[in-house]
């Protein structure tokens, strides 16, 4: 597996700092990349719309979902800096290719309902500040990937440099709504104790959850607190987990005072005159002038607007790239990556906003956010077993009182959604027409997104997880020998898959030819990747297959036994025979898993094409 942001992986040097501060502020800057997910134009959809229907009343969902937020970014950059492996590709490493694939494609959905928000978001700020069509507006957010690819050819520092700026200009400018607004602090302090006035609250609130702890950004923080490079030694790592930490806490409070000044503006000004459905980002600009008695706050407000749309674009299609690479470990082009991330936002955005109008602009924001928190639990689960498992983590693993502390945090989150999704199916029961296709399709649907929930928490707890290279062979290194002598064949090629078929493959050629024989062990290394690159790669998958390969080897040599090894890459049927019609071998030995009907048609293809590409006899051993 290549490394996570491959272009710019390890690329900031942290070391030979001096001072202290000169350390931590080499280790600055991949938080505030993953800040600007939390004052994006998705939050300020579900801020305006808590402010304007329930005043300060939902100020502390805020606060609680920042501490949430700290947590889980803290262990997803905790993750990224132990084990050099981002959310996605420490997925993948751990469950099977089905499981991988169904988290890839929800994982997939959560940066385009992300994404669809900070596109409708900038090109509603175009539109505001000078008058755009909505439709034009949306088109020009194209553009802003090309920009992205300019930064990332820059360097990473540069990109932080950049997203920095922008978050300076949204701080700025809220600092001067804040004044234009005057909210009553009183009523402010009041709001950070926890309420829920009705249910259209409990929706809110979960959507400004979806809206602060964002899925794409645990996949983000693991990969970009990888763009520094450090002592890889115990105090080193401890020293890049505590300013990373710092990093977290300063980036993330300030995002939470973004969107506590979003919330305080609307509940000041939209809720305290009585005008409780201003959900529209629209709206909110539009009334603010004439609120707040000076067109400024209009316009600062969609300056801000843009800042924010742009800022979270580049990182949400810098997500976007990890998950494929991570889940898929598969590479395409940068520029094509994210012209696609784009696409897959615009073209929903634009079919509402023909098909509707403008005026549903700001349900559809709130509604992405939704969608945003009932992916959350696929994202956060995996990685609390991650930061919890000691041979992982190599005696860096988060302690119980976090485990504790996490694992509420998940509950409140998966609880959460779980009672917004039982209240939306039971409303769409009682007011369908036609319940009947909910039940056979909805309703299934739910249940199995339920299943698969429980399945990757109770997973991690039952298996070992593939990090754990001894735990590659099913039959743990340990194979039984039998030695028998023939001694016909002198040079002997075996291919193994480290599985419990090499132990008859083995003892199969060690009948042949005893001890006095010279083996070559043989191994293909299988993965998109080794198809690509070939021999050039230089993946996790291909370091452990070195390395069981090799312990064969030693293995075997303890007991004797004339011993070499060769590592392919790409298809068996292709690579085995080039590499045994290469060498001056007598006999091709390969052990099989007793395959039935269609596993024996496709072994039988496989050994077939092999039968006619080499000139040595094949022994296939059954188990």
């Known amino acids: 597996m290549s490394n996570s942001l491959e272009e710019v992986h390890q690329s900031v040097a ?76 420490a997925s993948r490493e751990t469950y099977s290719k089905s499981i991988n694939y169904i988290l890839y494609f929800l994982a997939e959905i959560a940066i385009a309902a992300c994404d669809l928000a900070e596109v409708l978001g900038m090109a509603i700020g175009i539109n505001l500040l000078f008058g755009i069509p909505l439709i034009e507006a949306v088109m020009i957010t194209v553009l802003d990937t090309f920009l992205l690819l300019f930064l990332i050819n820059k360097g990473i520092r540069k990109m932080e440099a950049f997203i ?22 009183g009523k402010v302090l009041y709001g ?34 990888q763009t520094r490079k450090f002592s890889r030694t115990d105090q080193g790592i401890k020293q890049a987990i505590k300013y990373n930490l710092i990093d977290s806490t300063i980036a993330l409070n300030l995002a939470f005072l973004v969107n506590a000044a979003i ?42 607007l843009i800042a924010a749309g742009q800022s979270s674009t580049v990182t949400g299609t810098l997500a976007g790239q990890i998950v494929m690479e991570g889940y898929l470990n598969l590479r395409i082009q940068p520029w094509v990556r994210r012209i696609l991330t784009r ?21 559809l924001l709130v509604f992405s956010q939704v969608v945003l928190s009932l992916q959350l639990g696929f994202a956060i689960i995996p990685l609390i077993h991650f930061v919890s498992d000691k041979s992982k983590m190599k005696g860096h693993h988060i302690g119980t009182l976090t485990q504790i502390a996490a694992w509420l945090i998940a509950t409140i989150i998966v609880s959460l959604n779980a009672k917004l999704v039982y209240s939306e199916i039971q409303g769409w029961l009682e007011t369908s027409n036609n319940p009947i296709v909910l039940w056979l399709t ?20 039952v298996s070992k997880a593939k990090l754990n290279i001894n735990n590659h062979s099913p039959h743990d290194m340990h194979l039984k020998f039998t030695e028998t002598a023939i001694y016909d064949n002198k040079n002997i090629a075996i291919t193994v898959d480290f599985s419990v078929a ?46 069981l390969l090799l312990e064969y080897k030693s293995m075997l040599k303890e007991k004797g ?20 019609n290469k060498g001056n071998f007598d006999i091709l030995i390969m052990g099989t898993h007793g395959h039935v009907g269609l596993k024996d048609l496709l072994f039988g293809t496989t050994v077939d094409r092999l039968r006619h590409k080499i000139a040595i006899p094949l022994l296939i051993v059954k188990k």
């Open 14 to 89: 942290t070391q030979n700092k001096k001072s202290v501060f000169k350390r931590l502020f080499a280790f600055l800057g991949p938080a505030y990349l993953v800040s600007v997910g939390y004052m994006d134009p998705g939050n300020w959809a579900t801020d305006i719309a808590g402010g304007s229907q329930f005043g300060y009343a939902l100020l502390w969902v805020l606060l609680m979902s920042n501490l949430m937020a700290l947590l889980l970014q803290s262990l997803s950059a905790r993750l990224g800096i132990v084990t050099q492996r981002d959310l996605a590709q």
């Open 164 to 185: 920095i700026a922008l978050v300076m200009i949204i701080g700025l400018s809220f600092i001067f709504e804040m004044i234009f607004a005057q909210p009553e602090m």
């Open 192 to 225: 950070l104790i926890p309420s829920l006035p009705n249910e259209s609250a409990l929706y809110i609130a979960i959507g400004i959850i979806g809206a602060t702890v964002m899925p794409h950004n645990l996949y983000l923080h693991s990969s970009l607190v």
């Open 263 to 304: 919330l305080i503006l609307a509940a000041a000004t939209f809720f305290k005159n009585g005008m409780h459905e201003v959900a529209e980002i629209q709206d909110a600009y539009r009334f603010l002038q004439p609120l707040l008695g000076t067109k400024w706050a209009s316009i600062l407000f969609a300056v801000a």
């Open 343 to 363: 696409l897959i936002a615009i073209v929903p955005a634009v079919v509402v906003i023909l098909i509707y109008g403008e005026s549903v602009t700001g349900k």
């Open 442 to 461: 909805v309703v299934p649907l739910a249940i199995g997104f339920l299943i698969l929930l429980l399945y990757i928490v109770i997973k991690p707890f």
């Open 502 to 547: 090499d132990e008859n493959a083995l003892n199969h050629a060690f009948k042949i030819g005893g001890k006095e024989a010279n083996y070559t062990l043989i191994h293909i290394v299988e993965s998109v990747g080794a198809m690509f690159y070939g021999k050039q790669i230089d993946d996790h998958e291909t370091t452990i297959d070195e390395t």
């Open 561 to 580: 036994f004339h011993v070499e090894t060769v590592l392919g890459f790409g298809r068996p049927n292709r690579v085995i025979p080039k590499l045994v």
